[in-house]
């Protein structure tokens, strides 16, 4: 996949049709309910607002039969395999992301591998678009070709949902800013180095992807890295008297 060696990133369109988005929506829906009245607060980010819409949902495949199979869906791996041709694709997540209508937090500009530490970086997160994604319901932006870059110093970013943004931004301008504008259906996929954020919703509808994770078998996590920041995250999580979107 040339585009996304190229920039780490790429995009394609209609990989699933309008019945199938059907069932999948029906099957968060049914999902979430599920999980609030449980009460799974840790896996679940909810808004600071009188609706309470669900901001992220975590670890969905490990509580739900479906969603486990969803992300082991066939065309989904199709698209990983192109990534890895020697090596074998391993399903890692899956988690859903909603931006509620006129939803004013932003995600930072951060790299995925600021957190989850795979070494070496063949890993990639997939974005399965549920709603139209564009630049004003806050679609995710990369920086075309930053995935070439080393991890960058990250720090606490005190927003719920994205916990580590970039202490500073590269400097020399040769990465170039790209939004990733979906339709219902379509894919994205961007490197877990790629620099990327995204904006705050300013439409009137909800702006939700599900998120998919992989890697290739070569790629190892670096577990006292990994133990450390769960540690690091749990502490922000417990911590008193948080603002609805920041530490």
């Known amino acids: 996949m040339q585009r996304y060696d190229d920039q780490g990133f790429a995009v394609v369109r209609g990989v699933f049709a309008a019945n199938e988005l059907e069932v999948i929506e029906a099957e968060v829906d049914h999902y979430l309910d599920e999980q609030i009245a449980a009460g799974e607060s840790r896996e679940l980010i909810l808004e600071a607002t009188p609706g309470k819409a669900v901001r992220c949902a975590f670890g969905m495949d490990q509580r739900s039969v479906y969603f486990d199979a969803l992300m082991r869906d066939r065309r989904l791996y199709e698209v990983v395999r192109e990534l890895w041709s020697d090596a074998e694709a391993l399903a890692d997540g899956t988690m859903l992301i909603n ?97 990327h954020r995204t904006g705050p919703n300013r439409t009137s509808k909800n702006r939700r992807n599900l998120g998919f994770a992989y890697r290739s078998s070569r790629s190892l996590r670096n577990e006292a890295a990994m133990s450390q920041y769960e540690r690091d995250l749990k502490q922000f999580l417990d911590a008193p008297q948080r603002a609805p979107n920041a530490g």
């Open 99 to 195: 931006k509620a209508p006129f939803s004013s937090y932003e995600f930072p500009w951060h790299q995925d591998n600021a957190y989850q530490f795979w070494s070496p970086p063949e890993a990639v997160a997939l974005t399965l678009a549920l709603d139209d994604s564009s630049a004003e319901s806050g679609a995710i932006v990369c920086l075309a070709g930053s995935h070439q870059q080393e991890i960058l110093p990250h720090r606490p970013s005190g927003v719920l949902g994205a916990s580590r943004g970039l202490v500073e931004m590269p400097k020399d301008g040769k990465y170039p800013e790209v939004t990733l504008s979906l339709h219902p259906g379509d894919l994205s996929l961007h490197h877990v180095n790629t620099i």
